[in-house]
T-cell receptor
């Protein structure tokens, strides 16, 4: 596709449920990033992939959060036992390489009720 | 941990004015820096990237500069237009991740 695609655009889930958020990066981009943005704040880093491997997962807040990128393209962010504090917009970005320009998707707005 | 400050937090100007947005990092060891705009309820749109070997970048009415010694960057917008109204975010980092500021909310009044 022309840009980074994230699905779903909106997700409402009940506290304690499991959710998966999907990111389709720009074709050929090797680097992929996940960020989380709360209202009125700048995006906060979660995890970075270079190819298939998680090169830096230091931003994941706890072990309820996990992300995969099995074939080096599409990535899925997985959140177990969701909590109300997980409510935020989850943003995905991709770039041709580590130091190159990053392009963001439109985000998935997650609401935990 | 890298902290990023953007000043001012909000700015309202009449159409046609030139303006400067500021961004500063507590750790000046920034490999590259990128400026984004974000419209309400939308994702981030890349404006300019300043890579490690560069000091500034220009695109149309936008000019961004980076002073690595002080950890400061500025975004200059010339001849502002109502369509420039948005939140502007700066982000910098070592390459494997970006640290973002909280943004400057810009309103350009027709």
């Amino acid at each position: 596709g022309a840009g980074v695609s994230q699905t779903p655009s909106n997700k409402v889930t009940e506290k304690g449920k499991y959710v998966e958020l999907r990111c389709d990066p720009i074709s050929g981009h090797t680097a992929l990033y996940w960020y989380r943005q709360s209202l009125g704040q700048g995006p906060e880093f979660l995890i970075y992939f270079q190819g298939t491997g998680a090169a830096d997962d230091s931003g994941l807040p706890n072990d309820r959060f996990f992300a995969v990128r099995p074939e080096g393209s599409v990535s899925t962010l997985k959140i177990q036992r969701t909590e109300r504090g997980d409510s935020a917009v989850y943003l995905c970005a991709s770039s041709p390489g580590t130091a190159a320009e990053a392009f963001f998707g439109q985000g998935t707005r997650l609401t935990v009720v | 941990k890298q902290e990023v400050t953007q000043i001012p937090a909000a700015l309202s100007v009449p159409e046609g004015e030139n303006l400067v947005l500021n961004c500063s990092f507590t750790d000046s060891a920034i490999y590259n820096l990128q400026w984004f705009r974000q419209d309400p309820g939308k994702g981030l749109t890349s404006l300019l990237l300043i890579q490690s070997s560069q000091r500034e970048q220009t695109s149309g009415r936008l000019n961004a500069s980076l002073d690595k010694s002080s950890g400061r960057s500025t975004l200059y917008i010339a001849a502002s237009q109502p369509g420039d109204s948005a939140t502007y975010l700066c982000a910098g980092g070592p390459g494997n991740q970006f640290y973002f500021g909280t943004g400057t909310s810009l309103t350009v009044i027709p």
